[in-house]
């Protein structure tokens, strides 16, 4: 069994910032990509940006410079500070990642989201 809690979502005003953390738990042996995604009313889930174990970060381009991920491998957690935030970044976030188990499988974990909401 794998959880995977978020933490950290809120109400802000345009141009504010929030950061995001997401923690694992359960039977874990390694954590390859963690990221963030998020979805909005009547739109598609869409990636946000993610890390890989030891690599660097992609973003997306509507939160290039303005957002940026990170990852503690030691406490199983992944960030996203969100800077200069905009209404249409207002969404639920969902953490996601790649888990090796112990007992040898792989999966893709999700949290169960946390909502994020920029207005004035």
């Known amino acids: 069994q794998v959880q995977l809690v978020e933490s950290g979502g809120d109400l802000v005003q345009p141009g504010g910032s929030l950061r995001l953390s997401c923690a694992a738990s359960g039977w874990i042996s390694s954590i390859w990509t963690m990221a963030w995604y998020r979805q909005s009313p009547g739109k598609q889930r869409e990636l946000v940006a993610s890390?890989?174990?030891?690599?660097?970060?992609n973003y997306a381009d509507s939160v290039k410079g303005r957002f940026t991920i990170s990852r503690d491998s030691a406490k199983k957690t992944v960030y996203l500070q969100m800077n200069s935030l905009k209404p249409e970044d207002t969404a639920v976030y969902y953490c996601?990642?790649?888990?090796?188990?112990?007992?040898?499988?792989?999966?893709?974990?999700w949290g169960q989201g946390t909502r994020v909401t920029v207005s004035s």
């Open positions: 890390i890989f174990s030891g690599g660097s970060p």
């Open positions: 996601n990642a790649d888990i090796s188990l112990t007992s040898g499988s792989r999966i893709s974990a």
